[in-house]
């Protein structure tokens, strides 16, 4: 089998090591992958710079062609991508089209981005003495991006670190998660055909552990931006040094289902929320309070709804939901739902494993301590609670050290407009779940979900310097 | 008793002839006033244009220095000034206090406005082959702005014309209305104290047939501004030219009373809304739609209410409603009432007169094409018409030529979101009356309601020219 | 020959009568042309309003689709349609390519400009007393567009009102100018097949004079936007009532040479700016003011620059200028530079006339009221004139009724800031011509030069109204 | 002698333990000052995260106006504050007066600030296949903001962090330097008569090693703002964890001198930005490139302007520049400047001591490794370079691992185009000494000279959430 090789200054680059990639649905080997040493990523780094001073030249137009031209590339290899996600990150073909069709729009924004304003005059003379000078803003690309990104959308969260680094001039460094580095490896051609400057996408494969330190600290690095664990994130936020750093972590998200529901209008979309890509989404909706009035029957119907879901094969298009990322992954959820149990938690529906899978789950009779609440479980499991009034309902959701999205469905607006002021999270997200998002919409955590904001414009300010030109107009 | 003068120049300056200025209430007369020549206001306007030669020069800090002064001037004379709104407009003592503090807050957001940002960088290198240019953007003083204003606000309305003027650097030439030019004058010696230099504010009184031509037509101004009646508002912009204008025209303002209402909490407040100042205000709640199903219970409370209004002598701290502006103005929503009684309407309180006043007057059974409904009464009388259900609402709502503002009362999100789309109106103010507005927001009409919008920032951007400047940074 | 048809609601439907369009260049007939009656415009308004009924509800996401794809299908097209625009507006082929590149930018602008944010948040508890209130901003299609376009740039200006209005959601009727019909009609099927609903884009032929009445009048028009002259924009302005109007008129664009100017490198720009296509563009360079310390040489390398300019058929690749759009164009002219000549003006170069031709013409020896100065020449003739110092030349530049673009060629820093504050222009352009413009930076005269501003956003901002939305959130 | 107490909950609450607070100048006690425990920190977090309960809920108008009266309260007592300066600090009398008003503009801008829109709506349509949702963002207060701050702008840079949190609804817990107490503490009976309500401003004297731990990472801390050194700075960051932390930090700003500079106009404005506040101010001139044709007649003038500096007293009016902050500085200084001797650098003028004092100093024939060129001096203490071009003369401006403000004097458009490109600093200002700065602008370093802007709207930026609200208008 041919061993991927890692993508430095447009070309194809041996490693000394390679690691062996397997599926997650099936456990075959899939792909031997370059394993970068610490030296490889120092090359990169120095490359990606050396680019930089070339590629922070070019024009938004120039940048935003190259995007535009990106966007179509992926467009007429949509369905080879969709597949590649099915093998390497177990993703269900339909599901993974979706994440093709959203990645596809991130690059559009990105380009679309690219030109547009992004500075402002200073009212110089609203300072008392002042006369005589102009002043303006101006966002300036910030140089060699470290962009270390996870297995779960390998396309679309990857899109929003590239999409905005390369919309503003930068350069970065990428390196995927372990378990999806096809997905990213396969942009190396897709960027080169659309012409961006060689060295300015570099690609290590390999081990976080072993590549992060240099991907944070070296001092050619001036942005890091990490997409994966809390306990990671911090370790990197507390290494970088001045330089500016992205972190989207993770969630416990939940909803509120307020009596004012339409419930059969919005089970199902609860349901996907739940269990879309066996629940291994930032914001997959993990908790859902609802009503005592009608607790039963949403209950009823979420879990009917849940029985519903296909496991299987994430290449049969069938398939809903399919293995999850790794075998230790199970083995630690079924943990936490036997610890949970013991406690007193019930099982509705699921909870069936296999070495690699395990069937959509539906908790009820939980209590706010159990991991499978408090934690970011990552897995196909959601957990059903009521609540007596929309007080207590907003301080169960607020009872979090996480808050990236919240949702709440109800029709009452004094509830929804107390809701979204009270609900601490990155968004409120009104008449739907938790798990909504938008590629152009601001997109981050409070709390303990991370630092920063992402969404294209939102993801370029934090990539940017905010340069200041004052001319002082006469002598 | 003294002949009240002209200001121009930062001079008091008689005119050839004068009016009588009667009290609305007492029909006796409160003050002679100068009837300002064609030549008057042409003095009026070169002055101005000769004082906006240095007065666009300052800096937004002194500008925003003088409003400064200004805010403290008029706090400190409050009461002073709603007694003069009370003697010349017939507005209550305690409708004039509001007043009073709007117009407070109208020159402080005048201020503030004045030393915001007004300009943004063009992103020059988004377009294909351009690169080494900067762009950005100004706003410029304009220069002379003629205001004609109305009689209902003769205090908050100026300041809606002078504040962003001033903020900006134009010169104003005031043409108050005819029966409320005190309020008007007063402010000569405010901003004289206030540090504005002569000749930046000149007031000019007298006859809006005689003056509005040359006000409107004189090469050396540059804006129109004018708050009033629609079929003049129409006639000024047709000789505008190619000049800059703002016509802030009537309305027949109508709300939605859907069934979710609360309705204890907000009888009350719409029967403010339709009657204060007599219901002389743009956007007084002329027309109420109620859900058929509380049309009874609504209308019986409010009726109600109605009746505990106090007709009475405006300097009496406890009158609510006072005489209208003028007896032929009476004499108008007379006949308009008696002609919609004809045609079927129902008093269902109210409608007696005396020469100066009216009771305020609640109709029911009236038909979209009567007066009463269709045309701005700007008189206190509302009518209240059932409903069958919100489609129905929203196209009675719309079925008018005119569209300032349009309240609706629901508590239901998705009904509430969907009037806000489709309602026809400048603003649509869910859960309150149409008649709310704050100085800060955007207010102005569509369709017949007007041209282009006020609120300080809004009005400064009608107030000044976009400048672009772009810079090629290499030869 | 083949009538080209009116192309109405998706349709081609043809008029009772037609016109012959002749070529500018050889005379000869190219086309015979609808010649649309009020009957037909009135049908296309209707039309127009049916169809925004439902696409005013498209997504800007699919609005920008339809222009993305119009991009695309222009770029595929470019040489066919620079082949029109040599057939039917006389001009040069390569000329031609590069207004079809700019086009091509223009609507590309467009549906990037669909995208982008319109609206904000309004602080409503800035106001004083107001608490529990949310208020936010958008912009709404307002309905049928009148486009009424000029034959000088027959594709890109076009651009400039279709662009905008689709990107939007407004639905158009497209009057191009009678010498340029083709150049409109292509689009018809461009913009079906990118996707746009039947009757939002409607193309009428004709006669301006006859038809601009109902085009501008008609109730169901609410916004016109109009390119040409500044008699025929002003009558346009007195009878459009409310509705929202933008005019880009004409100019007589100066440029100012400093002593600091190296110019050997701008000579030739400067002869582009002045002479491409035949000077018949609104910010063509007419008047240059140099410095007289360097008016010898800047002269003497002008002329010389210009001789080299090559007349011709504008289907010859090698073409510079070609013919006027009409030999009245022509004569007319030629009668101004003969009135220029008797007051003493001088012929450095050029002023040969067939027809339907002239050659390049400098003039120096000029006075500030020639009508060669001080008018539009919309000719291939620029006037070159020293000057002083640099406040003579500022003053210079502003003896004018007109302002569109202004240039100024220094190195000097101070002088730069000064002349951008002080020239009276919609857009100063410092070290180039001020024919340089770029499609999505802020267009537009001040004095006699314009109303309103076009450069997509800028143009979006005028063809949609500010709609307020507030929500009190709690009863 | 009193002991100044701790600010707590709106008490003066007493320490255990106190230090004594000398004069720089004189080396007499000037108080006794109150040393918090970490305990005193603990119950400052504690009582300003009990407050923000409450103080988040107010609205925009409320605060401003407590700003408001903030500047009220310090413009009548200028004089008082400008001595407390003299007293702890050092400053000359003149030289505070300008900080007083400073710090007055900074509160006034803050009040401005407040009220001013911080939210867009968010066109959730531009997304493929989304339709009836709308999105809008909002900024919300963070909680606790740890302030600390430093010895030489004790008025202005603490109004540079409690001006933009209270303008938002943040609470603060200030801790400002050592040295300078008595004027933070003075804003205790400010703040208190402006009406802010108890516990949104704690104030905590003491050691700065002391304290910092827990004021940068007590859990209700979630925002810090630091300005001082470098090296704390960076410390301060990777304690931070996922909080929000500004950091303005130093730098050896540089003006670059062309030839085109007329000399005779800067040469005291250069002086000024080199020795004001005896050159403790972090964008302080220390670095001069003056082109070598300039070069001698440069320094000499700036020599012979230098020497007109007169040493002195703090409270005598005449003084320009007095003690440094402390003893232990002097010495720094001293040896630096030996070392650079040692090394070939020469003293054009000053490097006279006393145990408290320095004369401003100039030095030549340095190079860049030398301490007094390569770190920040913070003394007053310039050196001048002559370069040869303009390429040169950015390098070595570049060649720092600081970049707060920059300088360029050039009338050279191109070259100042040149420069405000290709200069690394958070701001570069052409035609003024780095040392200006308004504080509206934005203002933050890059490289090693901060993390974060500041300048009001800009500081309010990171000192909120961005909240992002969307609502699904149907279900």
């Not at 934090?462 to 002598?475: A, G, P, R, V, Y």
Request: hydrophobic content about 40%; charged content about 25%; overall charge neutral.
């Amino acid at each position: 089998m041919e061993v991927k090789k890692l993508w430095i200054d447009g070309q194809w680059v041996e490693a000394k090591n390679c690691y062996s990639l397997t599926s997650p649905y099936s456990g075959e080997e899939i792909a031997k992958v370059a394993r970068a040493s610490v030296q490889d990523v120092e090359r990169a780094i120095v490359g990606a710079h050396a680019t930089f001073q070339s590629f922070k030249k070019t024009t938004s137009y120039e940048r935003a062609e190259i995007l535009y031209k990106v966007v179509e590339l992926i467009r007429n290899r949509k369905e080879e991508f969709a597949k590649i996600l099915a093998m390497e990150a177990g993703k269900p073909l339909s599901v993974g089209m979706m994440e093709i069709d959203r990645t596809i729009a991130t690059y559009q924004f990105s380009a679309e981005a690219a030109k547009q304003s992004m500075g402002e005059t200073v009212p110089m003379d609203a300072a008392p003495g002042t006369k005589d000078r102009i002043g303006y803003t101006k966002r300036v690309p910030i140089g060699v991006v470290s962009a270390i990104t996870p297995f779960n959308f390998p396309f679309n969260l990857v899109a929003h670190k590239l999409g905005p680094a390369f919309a503003v001039g930068n350069t970065v460094v990428l390196k995927p998660a372990t378990q999806t580095p096809l997905s990213a490896l396969v942009l190396a051609e897709v960027f080169k055909e659309a012409g961006l400057p060689d060295g300015a996408l570099q690609i290590v494969t390999g081990s976080g552990s072993e590549l992060s330190d240099i991907l944070v600290t070296h001092p050619l690095v001036k942005k890091v931006t990490f997409t994966g664990s809390g306990a990671v994130g911090l370790k990197l936020k507390e290494k970088v040094g001045l330089r500016k750093i992205t972190l989207e972590l993770g969630s416990n998200a939940a909803v509120i289902v307020e009596p004012s529901t339409p419930i059969e209008k919005v089970i199902s979309r609860c349901v996907t929320g739940a269990f879309g890509y066996a629940g291994q989404v930032c914001i997959s909706l993990q908790r859902v309070y609802v009503h005592e009035s009608i607790f039963e029957q949403f209950t009823t119907a979420f879990v009917e709804e849940t029985k519903k879901l296909k496991l299987g094969d994430p290449l049969d298009a069938t398939t809903d939901v399919s293995a999850m990322i790794h075998p230790r992954e199970v083995e630690r959820i079924k943990q936490w739902i036997e610890e949970a149990k013991h406690q007193g938690a019930v099982v509705a529906t699921g909870a069936e494993f296999t070495k690699r899978t395990m069937t959509p789950t539906v908790m009820t009779n939980v209590s706010p301590d159990m991991k499978i609440v408090c934690q970011e479980t990552f897995a196909p499991i959601v957990s059903i609670v009521p609540y007596k009034n929309l007080e207590e309902a907003i301080s169960y959701v607020n009872s979090s050290d996480l808050g990236l999205n919240a949702g709440i469905y109800t029709n009452v607006l004094t509830d929804a407009m107390r809701a979204a002021d009270e609900i601490e999270a990155g968004a409120v997200v009104i008449n739907d779940v938790p798990t909504f998002r938008v590629d152009n919409m601001p997109y981050g955590g409070v709390k303990n979900s991370g630092y920063g904001r992402e969404g294209i414009k939102y993801a370029i300010e934090e990539m940017t310097d905010l340069k200041f030109i004052t001319i002082k107009t006469t002598f």
